[in-house]
């Protein structure tokens, strides 16, 4: 079982507001990096460090984090942001990384 | 802009090694982590281990044993062999470079490894 734990499936309305949580005693420590997926693609790296985005990522995603847990936060939300999302950090040693096991999000 | 591809066998036979090459383009191999992550259909991703460009490595205890990871700078590629392969280990096989330790800013496209026989 992974360290890092997320909800199996969020949803939002679309233009909407969502949080998707990722709970892990090491996230107390080190931050969270976001990832979002849609079928058949390769991982996107969306939210890195403090709340940091690559270049490109749109600015309605958003990081925070508090005590075990870190958030993406999606201001509103749009149809394309429907996919699955992962965290990662690391784990109990601090010397291997781990995944939480994803958020399948629907815009409705 | 710096693009990672994954190559090798599609099809690996129960008990036997699983050879993959990422080959880095658009930049150099150097001052990065370079990390093996996987995931079997239908779930979530796994990370394999990593290699610093230095030849520093580290591994998922999970697959410790079984995993080799290795960098050749001349080529700008990254290896990995997974011995002792077997169902399980039925995935999508990305590389992907490292932002820091922690973080994975560049992904490849990633290659399907079947194992059976």
């Known amino acids: 079982s992974s360290e890092l734990t997320q909800d199996p499936a969020v949803s939002v309305a679309l233009g909407q507001t969502v949080r998707i949580t990722c709970q892990g005693d090491?996230?107390?420590?080190?931050?969270a990096s976001w990832y979002q997926q849609s079928p058949g693609q390769a991982p996107l790296l969306v939210i890195y460090g403090k709340n940091n985005r690559p270049s490109g990522i749109p600015d309605r995603f958003s990081g925070s984090r508090s005590g075990n847990t870190a958030s993406l936060t999606i201001t509103g939300a749009q149809a394309d942001d429907e996919a699955d999302y992962y965290c990662n950090s690391r784990d109990s040693s601090a010397n291997h990384l781990v995944f939480g096991g994803g958020t399948k999000l629907t815009v409705l | 802009q710096v693009q990672l591809q994954e190559s090798g066998p599609g099809l690996v036979k129960p008990s036997e090694t699983l050879s993959l090459t990422c080959t880095v383009s658009g930049g150099s191999i150097s001052s990065f982590y370079w990390s093996w992550i996987r995931q079997p259909p239908g779930k979530g991703l796994e990370w394999i281990g990593y290699i610093y460009y230095s030849g520093n490595t580290n591994s998922n205890p999970s697959l410790k044993s079984r995993v080799t990871i290795a960098v050749d700078t001349s080529k700008n590629q990254v290896s990995l062999n997974l011995i002792s392969m077997t169902a399980a280990d039925t995935a999508v096989y990305y590389c992907?470079?490292?932002?820091?330790?922690?973080?994975?800013?560049?992904w490849g496209q990633g290659t399907m490894v079947t194992v059976s026989s």
């Open positions: 090491t996230l107390r420590t080190y931050y």
């Open positions: 992907a470079r490292g932002l820091g330790f922690d973080a994975f800013d560049i």
